[in-house]
């Protein structure tokens, strides 16, 4: 930063820039080094959205009708194998999964930007978190009361 506003007084001193010019070099380096100051080091990542809910249910065909009849929601994809039916309008907004204890919310996952599964890995075992892997997308953390958040793309 030094070099830059030595270089810019330079160019002033010797007449290749204006006053104008001059000034409007060091409101920029201004600008700039305000906004690098105020980002941590290692700035991370930043929940962008909640990107789904989790619910575990009874009967997942009542489950599956509820929501279509009442959000207009369809099927976006299914594990058969888990039962787990996602339903949305073009994406998963709420994931039905047919397993005990039911009427609970098993998890939600949060959006991050951006996401790259080490750095938000490393970030948030800085932040003291413990990452579990996930079979579906991204990975899991607890929250302070045990709750499940899931963490994927946002």
């Given at each position: ?6 270089n ?10 204006t ?10 380096l ?15 990542f ?28 369809s ?8 039962e ?24 939600f ?11 938000v ?23 302070p ?5 899931q963490?994927?793309?946002?």
């Amino acid at each position: 930063m030094e070099t830059i506003i030595s270089n810019l007084v330079t160019g002033f001193e010797r007449g290749t820039l204006t006053r104008r010019e001059l000034i409007q070099g060091l409101a920029m380096l201004a600008a700039a080094s305000g906004t690098a100051a105020a980002m941590p080091q290692e700035a991370g990542f930043k929940g962008a959205k909640i990107d789904h809910v989790s619910i575990q249910v009874t009967n997942l065909p009542r489950s599956i009708d509820f929501y279509k009849n009442m959000f207009g929601f369809s099927v976006v994809s299914e594990d058969k194998s888990n039962e787990i039916v996602r339903l949305g309008i073009n994406k998963t907004l709420v994931s039905l999964h047919h397993k005990n204890p039911t009427g609970i919310v098993d998890h939600f996952a949060i959006g991050v930007d951006p996401f790259n599964k080490e750095s938000v890995t490393r970030v948030l075992k800085q932040r003291g978190a413990t990452p579990e892997e996930n079979t579906d997308a991204g990975f899991h953390i607890k929250d302070p009361e045990g709750l499940s958040v899931q963490i994927v793309q946002g």
